[in-house]
């Protein structure tokens, strides 16, 4: 079993291996707040009327700006395209919401953007799934790199975690009150917050206290028997974490220190002393004041020299900031070449898209595993406890009740998708959809399962079966009864005709789907009492299907051909505007000149040659 004591050793130890790690991670932290002083005091004044740096913090723009764009979730889909069976289906489905409920519940889109923001920052960020006794729910959570240590495995997992947490003394007290005089006595003199440490493994959660060896406050067992915390790490050489901007940060605070030093120029310059000839007597300050001298030119402020390669620094320590930073000008709006350049187009996407997609290829691996251990935690914690879970997919409210041993049944998968067009915005991911699905590059389910944004894939292609359905329904209808005008030239009756559309005309006013309406106007009557009904052996063929007979004396009939259909109008086309319905919908996707996209769409339509 494992003691405190032997948990706040092996932490003290950790700290002290990542004590440069550590001493980073607070510099850039300092750095993007603006206290660049606390991290090079020599460089900045502590009094004076600029105390603080006066240019944009170029470091925290580009993480805030990168951070938003990684942030964005993924699609979380529990189907995959070889499943037949509509019970399989029924299942994966089910999975996917309740997948989709657990990122919801745990606000992950909320907690996205601090996730990525520190995952760039710092170059890693721990995440867990907590267990809520409360609700019944798993939960995951995203960490604060500060003070977080972890424990991996040869595989490269996370065996332990180790979470560093500032409580203050009070809130503190009243949690632990039987602990009061303990944690009076950790704290430091007059300090208002102490550090509580959080270890968690695959046996235990310890809540505990650094100092003295370690002071437990709680230990709770862990019900799955498994590590439920996660690493995201950025790439890099070695196992210790590097953030996007610790080679930069001296280059912002040169950048900040040139600034200051500009404007004291730029101050003494106006301050300067003046030289007056020796026959001015008298020295008159003011807009207006007049000085009597007999050589006035004479009369001037001292010129402070500033050599002109001081303010060309700045420019270069701007372009070292932006290369290091791996942060592109185009960015910031600023572009100074045509989009269908070569030029343009590498400063559009060097340097930026690269970081996205490596970005997002580290955090699905971390949502995989996230979500897999939800439904490990809800089976193993309470696996016979039915449960409706309510949410919102893609904009439509659902509601599911299912129980873990059932609905989940040990299949902890789910296949995390940011897909090819993540990072770009909508507008060019849409182009770029369409012109890869065009080209026929691409399935329209991958395309479903790739768009920048929550959709529901399997969903989705349901629903347009049902209103292509619909729409054959509708066009046959509309053809049958096109036939109205051709029966009465002929002196024929179109009575039934108009009896079977005022049949679905009244259906539909009462709401009825269009399927139940037709199915009811297009019913076979009911033979008279004691006639056989026919088999289907010798039954008469459908008109149009292959062996059918012609219609008897329908050669002769004007505008009937002779198996009932009207003439000069291609099968599946009746009832629509000349030509048919239009069977080919051409989109031209592309950027224009300023690199907006540009959408452009036209119809042609076709006759069908018989």
Request: with cysteine; proline share 8%.
């Amino acid at each position: 079993m494992t003691t405190t004591a032997e948990v706040a050793g092996l932490y003290n130890r950790l700290r002290v291996q990542n004590n440069t790690r550590d001493q980073r991670m607070r510099d850039i932290k300092q750095v993007r707040a603006g206290q660049m002083g606390m991290v090079f005091p020599e460089l900045f004044p502590e009094d004076g009327p600029f105390t603080r740096p006066i240019v944009a913090n170029m470091v925290d723009v580009a993480a805030r700006d990168l951070s938003e764009v990684i942030a964005p979730l993924p699609s979380f889909n529990c189907s995959s395209s070889s499943m037949v069976s509509d019970r399989a289906r029924a299942f994966a489905e089910k999975r996917t919401r309740i997948a989709t409920y657990y990122v919801q519940y745990s606000q992950l889109q909320k907690q996205a953007y601090t996730a990525a923001d520190r995952f760039v920052t710092y170059g890693f960020v721990p995440g867990i799934v907590e267990i809520d006794w409360d609700e019944k729910m798993p939960r995951i959570k995203w960490l604060d790199s500060m003070g977080c240590y972890t424990i991996r495995d040869r595989r490269d997992r996370v065996k332990a975690l180790f979470q560093t947490i500032n409580y203050h003394i009070d809130d503190l007290v009243a949690k632990f009150p039987q602990l009061q005089n303990v944690i009076l006595q950790q704290a430091p003199g007059a300090a208002t917050q102490i550090e509580v440490v959080r270890y968690h493994d695959k046996d235990v959660d310890i809540l505990f206290l650094p100092g003295d060896g370690g002071v437990e406050l709680l230990r709770t067992p862990n019900p799955v028997g498994k590590c439920l915390a996660v690493e995201v790490k950025r790439p890099g050489l070695d196992e210790d974490p590097r953030g996007q901007f610790d080679d930069v940060i001296a280059v912002q605070v040169a950048k900040a220190r040139f600034a200051l030093l500009a404007m004291e120029a730029a101050q003494k310059s106006v301050q300067a002393p003046i030289a007056l000839p020796q026959d001015v007597q008298e020295l008159s300050l003011g807009s207006d004041a007049v000085l009597r001298s007999t050589t006035p030119e004479k009369i001037r402020r001292i010129p402070l020299e500033v050599p002109a390669a001081a303010f060309q620094e700045q420019g270069v320590l701007d372009n070292e900031l932006r290369q290091g930073s791996r942060y592109p000008e185009v960015r910031g709006g600023n572009l100074d070449a045509s989009i269908v350049t070569g030029r343009g187009v590498q400063a559009l996407m060097t340097g930026f898209d690269t970081q996205v997609r490596t970005a997002h290829a580290m955090f699905a691996e971390a949502y995989t595993d996230l979500v897999a251990l939800c439904f490990e935690v809800e089976e193993i914690c309470w696996p016979s406890f039915r449960k409706t879970i309510r949410g919102n997919d893609n904009g439509t409210p659902y509601e599911v009740s299912y129980s873990p041993e059932k609905d989940i049944k040990n299949d902890y998968s789910v296949d995390v998708q940011y897909g090819l067009m993540a990072g770009l915005d909508p507008n060019r991911a849409l182009v770029f959809g369409l012109q890869a699905r065009g080209d026929r590059l691409i399935s329209q389910d991958w395309l479903r399962r790739s768009l920048p944004f929550s959709l529901n894939a399997t969903e989705e292609e349901q629903k347009l079966d049902i209103e292509d359905m619909r729409q054959a329904l509708r066009q046959a209808v509309s053809g049958y009864a096109q036939a109205i005008p051709v029966l009465a030239q002929n002196g024929q009756d179109p009575g039934e005709i108009l009896a079977r559309l005022a049949l679905i005309i009244e259906g539909r006013q009462k709401g009825k789907p269009i399927e139940e309406v037709i199915a009811e106007a297009f019913a076979p009557p009911e033979p008279p009492p004691g006639m056989v009904e026919p088999t289907d052996v010798g039954a008469a063929p459908v008109p149009g299907a292959p062996g059918e007979a012609p219609m008897p004396g329908g050669e002769n009939m004007e505008g009937i051909d002779a198996f009932g259909r009207p003439r000069g109008v291609a099968p599946g086309q009746a009832g629509l505007p000349p030509g048919g319905r239009p069977d080919l919908n051409f989109l031209l996707a592309g950027l224009s000149s300023s690199g907006q996209p540009n959408l452009s769409a036209s119809v042609s339509r076709r006759v069908p040659i018989a």
